[in-house]
């Protein structure tokens, strides 16, 4: 089991920044890859941004550039900071975590409660 809990999230002008973070316990040696996900109201979740146990990173087009991926050096902990944030950022994000990997892919199957974020134009 991996518990995760996020905090950070908030309200901010456009242009501005947040830092959301995200504390794992539990069984993280298990953890293959942590990620960001976000929700918008009636839209599906997206991935964000994605840091992986080798410490590989990965972005959405949409935030490249402008979010960046980061944990601790204990790896427990997960960063997601983002800048020079739009309207259309607002969402809840949420930190996933993921144990398997299958067809290349990371099978995020631990969810933190998740952070909300909104941006205001």
């Known amino acids: 089991q991996v518990q995760l809990v996020e905090s950070g999230g908030g309200l901010v002008q456009a242009g501005g920044s947040l830092r959301l973070s995200c504390v794992a316990s539990?069984?993280?040696?298990?953890?293959?890859?942590m990620g960001w996900y976000r929700q918008a109201p009636g839209k599906q979740r997206e991935l964000v941004a994605a840091?992986?146990?080798?410490?590989?990173?990965d972005y959405a087009y949409f935030v490249k550039g402008r979010f960046t991926i980061s944990r601790d050096n204990a790896g427990n902990t997960v960063y997601l900071q983002m800048n020079n944030l739009k309207p259309e950022d607002t969402a809840v994000y949420y930190c996933?975590?993921?144990?398997?990997?299958?067809?290349?892919?990371?099978?995020?199957?631990?969810w933190g409660q998740g952070a909300q974020v909104t941006v205001s134009s």
């Open positions: 539990g069984d993280i040696l298990s953890v293959l890859a």
């Open positions: 996933a975590a993921a144990r398997a990997r299958m067809a290349g892919v990371y099978k995020y199957d631990y």
């Open positions: 840091i992986t146990r080798g410490g590989s990173t």
